[in-house]
């Protein structure tokens, strides 16, 4: 099995863990062996710069081209011109997040229908 998906510098991810669940994030810096900077950058994606432990990511096929340590405003630049939004709606990951959500929302009469479809 070949690893596709590293820990690098401009890596998109999603929170997976706390209350910035279900968002996405951009790597700015690796710290260390445990921790990465990540931004939002929050006027996108509500996350604001912090620091965070690899094991509350899940990294995406995503990638922006940012320097190290890059400001929210080339952030935000990178992302408007790379479409990332529109890249993430059209991912795997996020086509079966939605389906999860949809799941479970349903009550007891939709499960019943949909295992009759």
Do not use: H
């Amino acid at each position: 099995m070949v690893f596709t998906k590293f820990v690098e510098v401009g890596r998109v991810a999603m929170i997976n863990y706390g209350e910035d669940y279900g968002k996405l994030c951009t790597i700015v810096n690796v710290i260390n062996g445990n921790l990465a900077l990540v931004d939002g950058p929050q006027n996108i994606t509500g996350v604001q710069r912090q620091k965070i432990n690899f094991k509350r990511l899940t990294l995406t096929d995503i990638t922006v081209k940012i320097p190290l340590n890059a400001r929210q405003k080339t952030i935000v630049k990178a992302f408007e011109e790379e479409k990332v939004i529109d890249a993430w709606n059209e991912s795997s990951l996020k086509k079966k997040l939605d389906r999860m959500e949809k799941r479970a929302s349903l009550n007891d009469f939709d499960r019943f229908k949909v295992m009759l479809a």
